[in-house]
């Protein structure tokens, strides 16, 4: 594929024959006679490389080669500038404005084949680490996903929620905010496994947790705890709106129909609720242990329940 060469030159006699030998050394070219024109077409249509000359009727050079330089699209284009005048200075003031490479006419077409090739190859080499940094970042956040998610469920795992409970709850006790946990158990989901077998069992995990989803605001986070447990954390909610929370999502797991060899299953859960208010210690793990003492208190009483963990609770001796 041939590369595509951006030619900038004003003069009719000198662009015609650049433009020619460039063609003959095998490349596309597009010839332009004004920096205006040469600003346009490489951002509608980025060349591989820019041969600019300095001395244009209307832009000079390098005004044209720090807008290219500060535009998303040809930030990066290799530039190579030419001009009649041979100075220090404008070699320094070219290479300042953004130019890869400069060269002072006249010049041996040979001379600016080789530097064409220099710049496209420093120009690969760049896409080439573009791309890989590309690709490096996407393989950094599907790691970073994974790490956070839980494999069968596509919820947030026991880790990710435990870093988030430690940052809201930070926030809850320095700010006054209200923040509810919410623990929730599948009841008697060892008896589907053994009836059903552990596919099925997975399978009603995955419906679950997309109901929790689905039911809870964007806000709030959901993640597997273990096993058939799940967590939530409510920000900015008080207790009442927490009950209220864990009664939606007991009213929706209890008209969900799981399907199963030969028919379908309705299943319930009990729940657990605490909130930071309650909690005088300032370790936000105390938290979840409260949320488990009054989740284990709704087993106890029965199951397919939500109790409120109390203030006055032992909850260290309740969840043993």
Partial sequence: MKARLLLVEDSESQGSQLAAAL???????????????ALRRARSEPPDLIILDIMLQDVD??????????????????????TARDHL?????????GAND????PFQTEELEA????????????????????QLESMLREVEQLAITD????????????????????????YHRSLCCVLLDLDH????????????????????????????????????YGGEEFALLLPHTAKHNGGLAAQRMAEAIREL????????????????????????????????????????????????RIEFYEPTEDFLSESE
Avoid at 64 to 80: K, Q
Avoid at 89 to 97: H, I, Y
Avoid at 116 to 133: K, S
Avoid at 151 to 174: C, H, I, Q
Wanted: charged share 30%; hydrophobic share 40%; proline share 2%.
């Fill in 23 to 37: 063609d003959r050394l095998g490349y596309e070219v597009s010839w332009v006679r004004s920096g205006t024109e």
């Fill in 61 to 82: 050079g390098f005004s044209v080669c720090r807008w290219l330089r500060t535009d998303d699209t040809t930030r990066f284009l290799p530039i190579i500038m030419l």
């Fill in 89 to 97: 200075n404008d070699r320094v003031q070219g290479l300042k404005a």
């Fill in 102 to 105: 400069y060269l002072p006419k």
């Fill in 115 to 134: 530097r064409i090739y220099a710049a496209l190859r420093v120009r690969t080499r760049h896409t080439e680490l573009q791309q890989r940094n590309v």
């Fill in 151 to 174: 494999a069968l469920t596509g919820v947030f795992n026991r880790r990710r929620f435990s870093d988030v409970l430690a940052r809201e709850f930070a926030l809850s006790k320095r």
């Fill in 189 to 224: 989901f060892k008896l589907v496994n053994d009836q059903y077998g552990h596919d099925t069992g997975d399978q009603l995990l995955k419906q679950l947790a997309q109901e929790l989803v689905d039911t809870v605001r964007e806000v709030d986070l959901v993640a597997r």
């Fill in 257 to 304: 129909n799981f399907a199963v060899p030969g028919g379908s299953l309705q299943v319930t859960a009990s729940f657990g609720v605490a909130c930071a208010k309650d909690i005088a210690s300032g370790e936000a793990l105390d938290l979840v242990r409260a949320a488990d003492a009054a989740l284990y208190r709704a087993k106890e009483l029965g199951r397919n």
